[in-house]
């Protein structure tokens, strides 16, 4: 009798919690407080030019990623198991490509609207972020591609799959890493957190449709690198 077909782990419903209550915890706490390093010595970190927080940024995301491997793995999966269907095959990469593009013509649409009625606009600590020259662009390309991997990892692949546990509810899961996305980046002031929250529950809804974290991991490096490239022009 053949054996019936693995459902990926990242898109199972469950409630069992992929990792320990206080590996939770603890790395709920440690992005407060990086949220809150940003949000308060941000621009002090600029003195050393860009490419310090960048790389500072870069690192602290991949430790992330790791305490995450480790914390799963004490519960006997690994990190694999939670990115969902990620079919080598290049029909299922464009296929994800397209449905990446397709998820920023809406949400951009529907963010648009939000940060309208917000009367949202970058900060200054948003503005001194922004890369100025070729090595600063070259470097956020690579901070870019670092977060569409590594916070899509944590929120869309940990969080979502913990806080649903934790509620009993896929929805209870993909409104609170929503929320907690939108906590994370505190740099930007509580109107851009609030619309970064929603854009982050788009995101939780687009893991949970696709069962994979990888057109978010196209769509989230996309935004972040064509909205640092064209910072010059988008902020004027």
């Known amino acids: 009798m053949a054996s019936a077909p693995t459902v990926p782990a990242a898109v199972e419903p469950s409630n ?16 407060i407080g990086f949220s809150l390093l940003g949000a308060h010595s941000g621009q002090r970190m600029m003195r050393h030019g860009r490419i310090v927080p960048y790389a500072f940024t870069t ?14 793995k004490r519960r006997g999966l690994r990190l694999a198991d939670i990115l969902g269907d990620f079919s080598p095959r290049p029909a299922a990469i464009l296929r994800d490509v397209g449905i990446a593009a397709g998820f920023l013509l809406v949400s951009q649409v529907v963010l ?37 991997i590594c916070e ?18 896929v929805a209870g ?11 994370d980046h505190g740099y930007q002031g509580w109107k ?19 069962r994979s974290l990888r057109p978010g991991m196209f769509a989230h490096f996309t935004q972040d690198a064509a909205g640092g490239l064209l910072a010059r022009y988008l902020m004027r």
């Not at 917000?118 to 870019?144: D, H, Y």
């Not at 899509?152 to 509810?169: K, N």
């Open 152 to 169: 899509e990892i944590m929120f869309r692949g940990y969080f979502l799959r913990q806080f649903s546990a934790w509620t009993g509810t």
């Open 16 to 31: 069992r919690a992929i990792a320990p209550a206080w590996h939770t915890v603890l790395l709920i706490l440690v992005l």
């Open 59 to 72: 690192a602290f995301e991949w430790l992330v990623v790791a305490f995450i491997a480790w914390g799963v």
């Open 192 to 210: 851009l957190m609030t619309v970064i929250a929603v854009y982050g529950t788009m995101f939780g809804l687009l893991a949970r449709w696709r």
């Open 112 to 148: 648009g609207v939000i940060g309208h009625l917000l009367k949202s606009a970058p900060n200054q600590a948003i503005r001194a972020l922004m890369p100025q020259n070729p090595l600063e662009m070259v470097a956020w390309v690579g901070l870019s591609l670092t977060a569409g």
């Open 173 to 183: 899961g993909i409104i609170l890493q929503g929320i907690f996305f939108g906590l």
